[in-house]
């Protein structure tokens, strides 16, 4: 697992983003042309959960609360995703008592630990074992650039502190793809947070935008006012650190790994040792805590987030035309 380079998020970049425009030339090239595809058309409804950059927006996030929604209803939700930093490829349901982040990745056995789960390099085969195996709805963490699985409705996450970086494509900057062309396919964006890095007016003029703000769990209220040592392997280390002392915590410590991270028994002593030496409290986010060897997680505290939207009825305004197709027995 690598760190995003840091003229990613820079505006002007300097020379090695001009150096690279070449290789984003046919990137952004492969990318279009892999796009022009026709997928597999689900029998249910697919809600796709994306971004246009390489890295954490809130997809997974995002995700679980469009899941609860659909569930609220009544409905039999699925989600489906690659299974990123995992090596098994699927279709595979996930079991978390079964397969460990190595197997399937920390979003999957996060996003199994609320409903059933599907992992598939395949993301149509994917869809195909969920709707078999009794999916009535079928909700995507990532998959924007996948045209293998048609959607029914495609949301654009965006990460309010980051944006779209330098607005550049990979390798020069993070946009697996121009803004303008995941905006086309999609119905709406939703913006997490602040719009700190001036994305709103990077999107299209006629694209809605849906505002929405990442809230600390339960657990965060019996930490306010207390020393903690923060620590997680994630695309965007600076919001979860920012979301503790938000929530009333007192940062003692810090401490960013790679997104992603794998997390071994050393380095486990050492940040364990380091909380102890600070006398505070060692925390991580969910989707590192899949990622801590067994036999350290009882010394670790879990900060959960979720998803607060400014308008919930313009969530639920985009989900209730798939719901209504979903016939819910009495």
Not at 92 to 112: C, F, K, N, T, W
Not at 266 to 274: I, K, T
């Amino acid at each position: 697992m690598m760190r995003a380079p840091g003229f990613w998020r820079e505006s002007g970049g300097g020379l090695l983003p001009l150096l690279l425009t070449p290789a984003s030339a046919v990137y952004a090239a492969a990318t279009a042309r892999r796009m022009r595809r026709s997928g597999w058309r689900a029998p249910v409804p697919v809600i796709c959960c994306g971004n246009a950059t390489a890295g954490g927006s809130g997809k997974t996030t995002a995700a679980l609360d469009i899941g609860q929604r659909l569930a609220n209803r009544g409905i039999a939700v699925h989600y489906l995703l690659r299974g990123y930093g995992g090596t098994l490829k699927g279709p595979l349901r996930v079991d978390p008592a079964v397969h460990d982040s190595m197997a399937v990745g920390d979003e999957a056995l996060l996003l199994a630990a609320e409903r059933p789960a599907w992992i598939s390099a395949d993301r149509a085969a994917g869809a195909r074992a969920a709707v078999e195996a009794g999916a009535q709805a079928i909700v995507m963490d990532d998959g924007l650039q996948n045209p293998t699985l048609e959607k029914d409705l495609s949301l654009l996450i965006v990460d309010g502190g980051y944006g779209f970086g330098n607005g550049r494509i990979i390798p020069a900057g993070p946009l697996r793809e121009p803004v303008s062309a995941a905006a086309a396919r999609s119905r709406a964006a939703v913006l997490i947070g602040p719009d700190e890095a001036g994305a709103a007016a990077m999107l299209p003029p006629g694209l809605p935008v849906l505002r929405a703000a990442l809230k600390p769990g339960p657990e965060a209220e019996l930490l306010s006012g207390q020393p903690v040592f923060a620590f997680c392997g994630i695309a965007n280390p600076l919001k979860f650190f920012a979301t503790l002392t938000e929530a009333g915590m007192v940062l003692a410590g810090r401490e960013a790994f790679a997104d992603h991270y794998p997390f071994d028994d050393g380095d486990m002593r050492d940040l364990l040792a380091e909380a102890e030496a600070l006398r505070a409290i060692p925390v991580t986010t969910r989707k590192d805590y899949v990622r801590i060897p067994p036999a350290f997680r009882s010394r670790v505290t879990v900060v959960t987030v979720r998803l607060e939207w400014s308008e919930p009825a313009q969530i639920e305004a985009l989900l209730e035309p798939l719901a209504q197709r979903i016939p819910v027995p009495a």
